[in-house]
């Protein structure tokens, strides 16, 4: 059983489109990230939603919006693609007890913006 | 706010050979502590967390890590690495304040296992 999982796993397209990934996790979790990785393998955090809420939210272009239909999936849309968005975007979930964060990531989805 | 530094970008060693990756970070706060690998073309996977407790930590395949607070660090080890070790290792840590959801990543580093 996948525990988080994305599609697509590999996505090519042109400048200016517009395209979706989706993540879905069946580890029953409350927290779900999107990290964003670049060519020198550097991770950062995108996004992170609790229970359908945005709570994190970092320095990402507004062409990035994340939609959260249910606790299990949290979806990555991009508008007006640019050539700098080319990386691999991970998809994780956590139960967050306490403190304790201990994050279960997903296969990657890696983007090229030709 | 939280930092971490993994001082060496890439570390090659011979396959057998013992293995330090080395990891300090920086919090005002009590942390949580974490390793993760990421093999060729997938996904992160934890390989062992500090939580509180005993300092020395053992992981899966091998690995143990041991905390340290008064030097900040938390450095992974293997007294036998495989070529099947090869993979990219990130440290990261959570804090046990407000911003518990967030984990930090350090920028990793490149194990090459060479045979």
């Known amino acids: 059983d996948t525990a988080v999982s994305q599609t697509p796993k590999y996505l090519v397209t042109q400048m200016g489109n517009d395209k979706s990934i989706k993540c879905e996790q069946n580890l029953g979790h409350d927290t779900m990230y999107w990290y964003k990785q670049d060519s020198k393998k550097f991770l950062k955090i995108m996004f992170s939603?609790?229970?359908?809420?945005?709570?994190i939210n970092e320095t990402v272009p507004n062409r990035f919006s994340p939609k959260s239909p249910d606790k299990a999936h949290l979806n990555l849309h991009i508008n007006s693609l640019e050539l700098g968005d080319s990386a691999v975007y991970f998809c994780?979930?956590?139960?967050?007890?306490?403190?304790?964060?201990?994050?279960?990531f997903g296969p990657g989805t890696r983007l090229t913006v030709l | 706010a939280q930092s971490v530094t993994q001082l060496d970008s890439q570390v090659p060693v011979f396959e057998e050979a013992p293995v330090e990756l080395r990891c300090n970070y920086s919090s005002s706060v009590s942390v949580y502590l974490f390793w993760y690998v990421q093999y060729p073309n997938q996904g992160l996977q934890l390989l062992l967390k500090y939580l509180s407790g005993s300092t020395l930590v053992k992981g899966i395949n091998g690995f143990e890590a041991e905390f340290n607070k008064s030097q900040t660090s938390f450095h992974l080890r293997k007294p036998s690495v495989h070529i099947s070790d090869t993979a990219e290792y990130f440290c990261?840590?959570?804090?046990?304040?407000?911003?518990?959801?967030?984990?930090?990543f350090g920028p990793g580093t490149s194990l090459s296992v060479i045979p």
């Open positions: 990261a840590v959570s804090d046990l304040g407000t911003s518990y959801d967030k984990v930090i």
């Open positions: 994780a979930s956590s139960q967050v007890r306490g403190s304790y964060n201990e994050q279960f």
């Open positions: 939603y609790n229970n359908k809420e945005l709570i």
